[in-house]
């Protein structure tokens, strides 16, 4: 047996007035969703806890198994460990956006109209080629990953993660000042080294002819959530089991690879609305049937179109999954299988922001209890058998499904 964990990634929503007072998921056509929900076993789950909106970080962290609240070290190494980024001990990590500012440092666009991979990478090379010939007094890394998205990485001694982001997270703000948040020598050289590369950035990026051409410049990076490598027992020591990942994400590649996963790349996996789903089922479908235990698959679209505010978007984008899984599911068996399906978070397309609602999940396979529940929702999942449940739990069931735990006590 296998387990199979699908999570689209802030696919739960509240009620929404354009459609009715209805979530997304009670208006999409999802057939295959709710057929996992009627044969299996549902329920509702606060990824960290009751009422607490939980980053992607965390929320994925948490889904693993691990407890956030003693394990997380910062969002920045994740990302720089999903962009296939070695990290030392001292090192310290940024998750970084190429975003468009004015000539005051005033944010426009904290994405730089969402640029396009190939144009960012243009960009990220330049600013490369900069680096060599520049002296920060710390080795400096810069790898862009997907879209606007990018890490950076600070490697020597007498660095720290204390620093604030410089990121203003808004629009109509400008590129905020780094400072120490510790009074230690290390964390004022570090917010020191990161205020000399804001400048170093824009001056690169403005220069730049491709910048001239964009409607919306790529000439700044912001630079939030720094952390350090964290220490993660990984799964197969924890289970004895051999777990792979699925996603365009490098921040979910990073979670997992802490994990202990092994990352599977898929063409044509891009983490927005025209990645091939198609492709990224078949994917674990040939994971599972190729000695790996318990299959990660991440879907990231459905948290943009919230984030965007794009209600039909959101809507369409859950019925093509469904589509998609529905495809998985005529090439497994539920009777062999364990087919696992939730968010990370719920994201709302009225404020665009992670929530801290609780989400669906339905577990269905060999020996998961059939709970009455015949639709996959955030109320209609909340009538089910596993009832609600904290994203810590979530391992420990699928691995007590696949006969991994061990007895507590005599």
């Not at 007035?17 to 057939?31: H, K, M, N």
Request: proline share 6%; hydrophobic share 40%; aromatic share 6%.
């Amino acid at each position: 047996m296998g387990v199979l964990l699908v999570v689209c990634d802030g696919m739960a929503d509240r009620p929404v007035v354009e459609l009715g007072r209805r979530t997304p998921l009670q208006v999409a056509e999802t057939p295959n969703m709710d057929k996992l929900a009627e044969v299996g076993s549902c329920g509702i789950m606060d990824p960290v806890a009751p009422g607490i909106p939980p980053g992607s970080d965390v929320a994925n962290m948490a889904l693993l198994g691990y407890d956030p609240y003693e394990h997380y070290a910062g969002r920045g190494a994740l990302e720089a460990l999903g962009a296939g980024l070695e990290l030392g001990p001292g090192d310290v990590a940024f998750r970084c956006n190429f975003a468009t500012v004015d000539a005051s440092g005033v944010v426009l666009d904290r994405r730089a109209g969402r640029i396009s991979t190939e144009k960012a990478s243009v960009l990220a090379e330049a600013i490369r080629e900069a680096l060599e010939k520049a002296d920060f007094g710390v080795e400096v890394e810069f790898v862009n990953t997907v879209q606007h998205r990018a890490v950076l990485v600070l490697r020597g001694e007498g660095l720290s993660k204390a620093i604030s982001d410089t990121d203003p997270k808004v629009v109509g703000k400008p590129i905020k000042e780094c400072v120490p948040l510790e009074d230690t020598a290390e964390a004022r050289r570090t917010a020191e080294v990161v205020n000399r590369l804001t400048a170093f950035f824009r001056e690169v990026l403005s220069s730049h002819p491709l910048n001239k051409e964009l409607p919306k410049p790529a000439n700044a990076i912001l630079m939030r959530g720094a952390g350090s490598l964290p220490e993660l027992k990984p799964l197969g020591e924890l289970y004895g089991i051999r777990g792979a990942c699925i996603s365009a994400v490098a921040l979910i590649k990073g979670v997992c690879r802490a994990a202990g996963l092994e990352v599977l790349d898929v063409p044509g996996a891009t983490g927005s609305y025209d990645t091939d789903l198609g492709a990224k089922f078949s994917k674990a479908i040939w994971a599972l049937g190729n000695g790996y235990d318990f299959v990660f698959l991440h879907i990231k679209a459905t948290d943009v179109a919230s984030h965007d505010h794009a209600v039909d978007k959101k809507v369409w984008f859950i019925g093509e999954v469904d589509k998609a899984l529905g495809g998985a599911l005529e090439a497994l068996s539920l009777d062999e299988d364990y087919v696992v399906l939730t968010a990370d978070h719920t994201t709302s397309l009225r404020t665009g922001q992670h929530e801290g609602d609780p989400v669906p999940l339905a577990i269905a396979g060999p020996e998961a209890r059939p709970d009455g529940v015949e639709r996959f929702d955030e109320i209609s999942c909340s009538l089910g058998c596993l009832c609600r449940l904290r994203g810590v739990d979530l391992m420990p069931i699928l691995m007590n499904l696949l006969g991994k735990v061990r007895r507590f006590g005599a």
